[in-house]
């Protein structure tokens, strides 16, 4: 699985490059209009983008009819698109905070508190965005994945809200944010997981041959 997951990182390495060099300039750009922790919610939807790239190449090289003769399960072949999805995400969130932890050193008002809630929401988005859109890739065509994919953000959102809503019935989420935000991550983190074994049954009966 290490070398797929090196021949996807391989393909996506010029997007990468500019998604990260994207972000530290965004990143510079908002200290001066917003928060500058407002892009860690940003930053890890933004670098995911490169899974989907790599799995249209995929389909497009027919990849995947070669893929299946290695000895990798479905299963594990799965899983590296995953792993690559979380890789990208956490490192778009890496990229997000050094802007923040520059400016920072030069007495803008970014705290420990700001980091970590932008954080929880950048990366509940994500997760819930990647458990809708992955399965699907494997489901449609690459055209109508791509739908899904840039649906999903706009339906995570909504997603997103509702369980705070929810929340918001047991405590104020507005008094204890941090923690509201933190339930909705253990969600979205739950969500996630659940698609990855979804994606395996939908590409186990997968005709690809």
């Known amino acids: 699985m290490k070398g797929v997951l090196l021949k996807d990182l391989y393909i996506a390495k010029s997007n990468i490059l500019v998604t990260i060099v994207s972000l530290l300039v965004l990143g510079f750009g908002l200290s001066f209009l917003l928060e500058t922790s407002a892009l860690l919610v940003l930053a890890p939807v933004v670098s995911t983008t490169a899974v989907f790239i790599s799995i249209t190449s995929d ?57 970590c809630l932008y954080s929880a929401i950048g990366i509940s988005s994500t997760l819930l965005a990647g458990g809708m859109s992955l399965p699907c890739a494997y489901l449609f065509d690459p055209e109508k994945s791509q739908i899904v994919f840039m649906m999903s953000f706009m339906a995570s959102t909504v997603i997103i809200a509702a369980l705070v809503v929810f929340i918001n019935l047991f405590f104020l989420v507005k008094d204890h944010i941090l ?24 590409y186990e009966k997968r005709d690809i041959t």
């Open 59 to 115: 389909a497009s090289s027919r990849w995947n009819k070669n893929v299946i003769t290695m000895p990798l399960s479905r299963s594990q072949i799965i899983g590296e698109k995953y792993c690559f999805y979380l890789l990208l995400a956490a490192g778009g969130l890496l990229a997000a905070l050094l802007p923040c932890g520059i400016l920072a050193l030069f007495g803008l008002d970014v705290t420990l508190n700001s980091l």
């Open 179 to 202: 923690l509201g935000f933190c339930m909705v991550l253990a969600v979205a983190v739950l969500c996630f997981f659940m698609s990855c074994k979804i994606a395996v049954k939908i």
